[in-house]
């Protein structure tokens, strides 16, 4: 069974730019979620799209925004990056949204100049 | 807001020995609680969990204890081995945030050979 894929795994982009990232779950996997890890933050959570919808949302700026296709991959986006967006941004899907245990990608490395 | 705290950045054990990472969490709405190793260029990987009806739960070298007075958990791992040498992410989940999962900072866990 295949993991959780993200694409692209490095990019660099310049500030005031905007990116897209993508995730495809694992098969049978509805629920996917977003994170971004920086040094010493460890990893916040972004937001988590279930049957296409929003489910949960965190403390980030609307510059970042995601969604969810019917078959469950998933697209976050970034606009007006700035050098701070620089990070680590990882997916995570689980079978439903009151699974407990995340299965992740290996994230998407975004350098920003 | 950090509702999951782990304040150490970093862990250094001899090989063999027990390795003891922290946590602590603020929100006593949190149910389900999980420790995440995270290789280098790799997504972090399930390790183990607890739920809070329990205080302990155990699978091989790795026990997990939760103190809920206390808000604390804790990941020990007996005997420590070099191949333990990753970053280690506590979880939390439940509440009135719904089912997001909400990680700490994480600790770096060293053993040396």
């Known amino acids: 069974k295949a993991g959780v894929t993200q694409t692209p795994r490095y990019l660099i982009k310049t500030r005031g730019q905007q990116v897209t990232l993508s995730c495809s779950p694992i098969?049978?996997?509805?629920?996917v979620s977003w994170y971004q890890q920086t040094p010493g933050q460890g990893l916040q959570f972004l937001f988590e799209?279930?049957?296409?919808?929003?489910?949960n949302k965190g403390n980030f700026p609307g510059r970042f925004s995601g969604r969810q296709f019917s078959n469950s991959r998933s697209e976050m986006n970034v606009s007006t990056l700035e050098l701070g967006d620089s990070a680590l941004y990882l997916c995570?899907?689980?079978?439903?949204?009151?699974?407990?245990?995340?299965?992740f990608g290996a994230g998407s490395r975004l350098t920003v100049l | 807001d950090q509702q999951v705290k782990q304040n150490s950045p970093s862990l250094s054990v001899q090989e063999g020995r027990i390795s003891i990472l922290n946590c602590d969490y603020t929100?006593?709405?949190?149910?389900?609680f999980l420790w995440y190793k995270k290789y280098p260029a790799e997504g972090p990987t399930f390790l183990i969990s607890?739920?809070?009806?329990?205080d302990k739960n155990e699978d091989g070298r790795f026990t997990v204890f939760l103190n809920k007075s206390a808000k604390h958990l804790s990941l020990h791992i007996v005997p420590s081995q070099p191949g333990d040498s990753a970053v280690y992410f506590c979880?939390?989940?439940?509440?009135?945030?719904?089912?997001?999962?909400?990680f700490g900072a994480g600790t770096r866990l060293f053993v040396k050979a």
């Open positions: 995570a899907s689980r079978i439903n949204s009151g699974a407990n245990v995340l299965t």
């Open positions: 098969s049978g996997h509805r629920s």
């Open positions: 799209y279930f049957s296409e919808t929003q489910r």
């Open positions: 929100n006593s709405m949190f149910d389900y």
């Open positions: 607890i739920s809070s009806i329990k």
């Open positions: 979880a939390a989940s439940g509440g009135t945030g719904g089912f997001k999962t909400i």
